[in-house]
């Protein structure tokens, strides 16, 4: 009777499964610097973003991850005494070029926050908003199918499509979040930035904008703010932890997740950090 | 007490419990190859009445395992401890239960004649138990080397069997009077070369453990 023999080992690693820092960019970064007066808070960033995947940003409180964020569309500018260097690119083009048309940016690069925020009006008129200032469509029947279309990619047409004219106050929280996303979404913008948007939320509500952010990567690039570790393991992607100001380290969710490269990445993720 | 800390202590005392899994399929081993080579049928039965015991831990194992990534969410590191121990548990369990299996044949050929010479199973129970002493160590610390050096030296156990094979073949040819026995050994001979399988197994939960690359079935 033949016995087999052990086999030649060739040691292997899975390949990613998910796009990568060579996929095409939607959002490139390179070293980027920021100031609040003095205090630098980010040092030297330089990311890619491919296009349509949820991008996570984790790290401690502190860390500068939300300041990043609000580079990627000039929301800092609002806040006194900031300064920024270094070069963001959407699409190839320069977003701190002179002459860059903020409010156009803006448009482009959507943003939903920790706190949601609808405005003190109808559900409709909430996510008509936009459309309206920005003169997006020409008719009332247009204006319909586009609050239609975003409140459905927001997951929340089918519980509010019998009181469009109702507060948007009267909604839950869950429901006010995903108003606001309805928001964000109907001026069909590139990318979308989400600042903790289910830091405030129950476990349902949760899930739900999940299950939200993982249609929407079909259509948005996402970029997404989160204390949340296992929600950066289940929605991104791909993954870039922060530490005081600087990027650590990015890379493929799965990797950072189970075989970090840095050891920083590890101690924090494994609650080892400090 | 930090969160870490506490699962901290946790990892720990899996640790632990793997490596009490590990002495006692070691010593099952060990105890079964005294029971054949010493004709001592009451040691045997002994490594079959402690099975209940290796049992009672792989499902002790499994369920630390569970409730650890249920409640603590192990990640990086940690959580590739976790699932290497999920997974070498019922592997350690099954070294126990070929342990049992020769601690049977003992029995069955202790009721015989002596037959002159166990061959090579002596040499090849050494190699089995060295090999798993070696890879219980190499878990222990997170040596990733010596688990691929573990797993080179399977072939030796191979090699083993393969001799111990053909010569008891001859044997029956020779001796058709001692072919009940022979075949009995034959079986021995399998699981101490299954154990050796085994171990590899172990040795490729290390290496995964310890640096995050599969090199099962490659």
Redesign the interface.
Known sequence: ?P????AP??????AATTPTATSKAKVAVRNLDFFYGRTQALHDISIEIPERIVMAFIGPSGCGKSTFLRTLNRMNDVIPHTRVGGHVSIDDHDIYAPGTDVVELRRRVGMVFQKSNPFPKSIFDNVAYGLRINRVTSSSSELEGRVEQALKDAALWTEVKDRLKTSALSLSGGQQQRLCIARALAIRPEVLLMDEPASALDPIATSKIEELIFDLKKQYTIVIVTHN??QA?RVSDRTAFFLLGKLIEVNATEKI????DEKT??DY????FG | MDTHRHLDDELSSLRDRVLLLGGEAEQALERAMYALSERDSEVAQQVLDHDDRVDHLEVEIDRQCIDIIALRQPAARDLRFVISVAKMAPVLERIADHACNIARAAIDLNNEPELKSVLDLSRMAEHALHMLRSALDSFTTGDAVAAREIIKSDSAINDLYNHTFHRLIELMVTEPATATRDARLLFVAKHLERIGDYVTDICELTVYMAEAAFIKHT
């Open positions: 009777m016995v087999q023999t052990a080992r060739i040691e292997v690693r899975p570790m296992q393991a997740f189970t075989a970090p990445t590890e993720i494994t609650g080892r």
